[in-house]
């Protein structure tokens, strides 16, 4: 496929570690979310009958995730694939995994951050620099 298409949607967990950094949760698809309508979104697979489901994770996390048609069914185990840029940082309160930043790394456009998520392992975190440093 066409770069952002391998991108955005990688056939298998060998092809989204080679196009980019991600994020990966081994779990079972437990159905589908949304009464199972159509995906939606721009990085989703409506176009070809993709549908949202709901997986839980080894660790017990529960995520969101888009199949394609034709893909894994209910009570399958899958591996999500999350983009360190699809992912945001909240307040405690707010977020579904908790964690503490072990690492940040200025990226010029980017800071990429890594989090020990306890059981969920380490999440990569992107966020894009809105502000520029004042010149001297």
């Known amino acids: 496929g066409v770069p952002r298409d391998l991108y955005e949607a990688p056939a ?5 570690d ?3 950094t991600c994020d990966s949760f081994s779990g079972r698809i437990l159905g589908a979310a949304d009464g199972g ?9 409506a ?7 709901m997986v839980e994770t080894d660790a017990g ?11 894994p069914g209910d009570g399958d185990r899958v591996v999500v694939v999350v983009r360190p840029e699809r992912t945001r940082l909240v307040s ?3 977020g579904i995994v908790s964690g503490r930043l072990i690492e940040a790394t200025y990226l010029g456009e980017t800071t990429e951050l890594r989090v020990d998520a306890g059981p969920h392992g380490t999440v990569i ?9 004042k010149s001297a």
């Open 61 to 71: 996390l529960i995520l969101r995730a888009t199949v394609r048609a034709g893909g």
């Open 18 to 20: 080679f196009i980019g």
């Open 37 to 45: 309508a159509p995906a939606r979104g721009p990085r989703s697979t």
């Open 47 to 53: 176009d070809s009958g993709g549908r949202t489901v």
């Open 125 to 133: 975190v992107r966020r894009q620099i809105t502000s520029q440093p």
């Open 92 to 94: 405690a309160t707010e």
């Open 12 to 16: 298998d967990r060998f092809v989204a």
